[in-house]
């Protein structure tokens, strides 16, 4: 008989590839060629995938982030190879010159954070560790255990610490920190930090060395983002008084959903440890941040969640797709819930949506965070609708990335019109999705 090939399957396969590839031997790298490190979210995605195929492997990633965990409890954004020369990656480990403190981990990070998604990435490696037998999830208990009072001080350093405005919600001080680099969200607060041309040469950039510009954040973007580090650099990376200190702060509400979603994890793994008291506390808090991000975050004329520059109160003009994030959490109200499906199905987004309004200015189909579709944030609206019922819509979305990955490959990122492959091809949070969307 002829095999008939099974495209689910081939896909499957291919994920696994990937993330084999893509393994050092320590963590998981987002990939070979751009990103030769551990990065912070990255590595929640890819544990969910891996919760499939390697659970051991997802739990390491893990405890590789977490061993780097500073002793304020933030979670760096990239854990640095030792073995990877300082000059493959800009900017390394020496650009970020951290403090010798008591308590520093050994392993070099960056001083800023990402989305902290871990907790859900926790919880779901745990939920499967049973298909694999009882080994496995007698090991995922002990992980579980071990993780827990570190990604309780990560929430705690991102909901006391980084309250800059006092009203609820984390601050990023650092577009990078949200996961969407040059998302045009951020560009109404950057009009206001200097971009300054010659730190680019004293700084060259390295992520065009191995790819297209015409992708990639402009000079002018970049050149801030130095100058923001080193602003927060030589703070001593610290959050006293940020509004006055840093020129950048901003309350972004895709950060603030995962921050909410990151509490009711806890809670769901406090009670698997038995810790009742403390389950009940993070469902409050879950509660808590999703009122905030209701109150704040929501701009009632266009019925749209938007970023909020914590230093002027100004919400950005933009839609962008972290807009459409809250819906992951469950005690959103329901209005705000309407709103977000109506922009999602509207001619704006569109399943899976672009990572900008296709109707904005700023909508470059190339460019990195400012158009592209995304499978990462696209997982996590499906999640969204899941959350709130919306079957019909949560599968459509999860054949059209399933779609668009089959036909192109397990790309970085996706031109939103054509599906073409964008950014690196074999990269870790695409097939690692990509696993969990089969499964
Ligand atoms: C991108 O960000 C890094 C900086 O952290 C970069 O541009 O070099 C973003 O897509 C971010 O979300 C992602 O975590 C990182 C690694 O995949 O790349």
Do not use: K
């Not at 659970?55 to 590789?64: E, G, K």
């Not at 982030?65 to 002793?71: G, I, K, M, S, T």
């Not at 009670?271 to 991000?293: C, N, Q, W």
């Not at 970085?412 to 969990?436: I, K, N, V």
């Amino acid at each position: 008989p002829v095999a008939v090939p099974d495209p689910a399957a081939e896909l499957w396969q291919s994920a696994v590839r990937v993330l084999d590839t893509n393994w050092s031997g320590e963590h998981t790298v987002p990939s070979r060629r751009l990103y030769p490190h551990q990065w912070s979210w990255d590595t929640a995605f890819t544990a969910v995938g891996l919760a499939y195929v390697n659970p051991t492997r997802a739990w390491h990633d893990l405890h590789t982030l977490f061993e780097a965990q500073w002793p304020d409890g933030r979670v760096p954004h990239i854990v640095f190879d030792p073995a990877t020369a300082e000059d493959d990656y800009f900017p390394g480990p020496g650009f970020w010159n951290l403090p010798v403190l008591a308590g520093r981990p050994a392993r070099r990070s960056t001083g800023i954070v990402q989305p902290p998604l871990h907790a859900l990435a926790a919880w779901e490696v745990y939920r499967h560790a049973s298909a694999h037998g009882a080994a496995c999830a007698g090991a995922a208990r002990t992980e579980l255990a071990w993780l827990y009072p570190r990604l309780v001080r990560q929430q705690e350093y991102l909901t006391e610490r980084r309250d800059a405005a006092g009203g609820g919600l984390a601050s990023i001080v650092h577009p990078w920190e949200s996961g969407l680099d040059n998302s045009p969200a951020w560009d109404q607060a950057l009009a206001g930090v200097p971009a300054d041309l010659t730190l680019l040469d004293r700084h060259p950039r390295r992520d065009l060395a191995v790819s297209d510009a015409a992708h990639r954040p402009t000079d002018e973007d970049h050149a801030r983002y130095v100058g923001l580090i080193l602003n927060y650099r030589d703070g001593g990376y610290s959050d006293t008084e940020l509004v006055r200190r840093h020129p950048f702060a901003v309350e972004c509400p895709a950060f603030n959903s995962i921050l909410g979603v990151a509490e009711l994890a806890l809670a769901q793994i406090a009670g698997v440890l038995g810790r009742t008291g403390d389950a009940r506390r993070h469902r409050d808090r879950a509660r808590e941040i999703t009122a905030a991000i209701s109150r704040r975050l929501w701009e009632p004329e266009s019925r749209t969640f938007r970023a909020r520059d914590a230093r002027t109160g100004r919400l950005s003009p933009v839609r962008c797709v972290s807009g459409l994030l809250p819906l992951m959490l469950p005690d959103l109200p329901a209005d705000q819930v309407e709103a977000i499906m109506a922009e999602a199905r509207s001619e704006r987004f569109g399943l899976p949506a672009p990572s900008v309004d296709r109707t904005d200015g700023s909508f470059d189909t190339h460019r990195y965070w400012r158009g592209p579709v995304w499978v990462n944030v696209n997982w996590l609206l499906r999640r969204g609708m899941q959350v709130h019922g919306r079957r019909g819509e949560a599968e459509q979305l999860r054949r059209a990335m399933l779609r668009l990955v089959h036909e192109h490959g397990h790309y970085e990122y996706f031109h939103p019109e054509t599906g073409q492959g964008l950014g690196a091809p074999t990269f870790s949070w695409t097939a690692a999705l990509c696993l969990d969307l089969l499964a």
